[in-house]
């Protein structure tokens, strides 16, 4: 059975940062491309960020480029996102979710396990 469980969400401030972490079981970990998406309160669930297989390959969104980073530990089963210089707009649940065609595309259909997401909540 696959379990994908987000932590590492909470309220900060504006300009704080948090690190949130995905561990997967269940599955080939390092066979998978690693997204981040997340859903704002009345909007659609957009795309944050993924990575490769092969771990050196990202591409983010164009809101979150430049503050966002995220990273892979093939060896824990976990795909990380650093935020920095949180902003309002940041708010929103946050989902990790795998992608089994290695390559790793800001498309929603391609990923076939989802995580129950975390709330990301940051006040001005």
């Known amino acids: 059975q696959v379990q994908l469980v987000e932590s590492g969400g909470g309220l900060v401030q504006a300009g704080d940062s948090l690190r949130l972490s995905c561990a997967a079981s269940g599955l080939t970990f390092s066979m998978y491309a690693w997204g981040w998406f997340r859903q704002a309160p009345g909007k659609e669930r957009e795309f944050v960020a993924v990575i490769r297989y092969n771990g050196r390959t990202t591409n983010y969104a164009d809101s979150v480029k430049g503050r966002f980073t995220i990273s892979r530990d093939n060896a824990k089963n976990t795909v990380y996102l650093q935020m920095t210089s949180l902003k309002d707009e940041d708010t929103a649940v946050y989902f990790c979710?795998?992608?089994?065609?290695?390559?790793?595309?800001?498309?929603?259909?391609?990923?076939?396990?989802w995580g129950q997401g975390t709330q990301v909540t940051v006040s001005s």
């Open positions: 979710a795998a992608d089994p065609s290695y390559v790793g595309r800001a498309v929603e259909r391609d990923y076939v396990y």
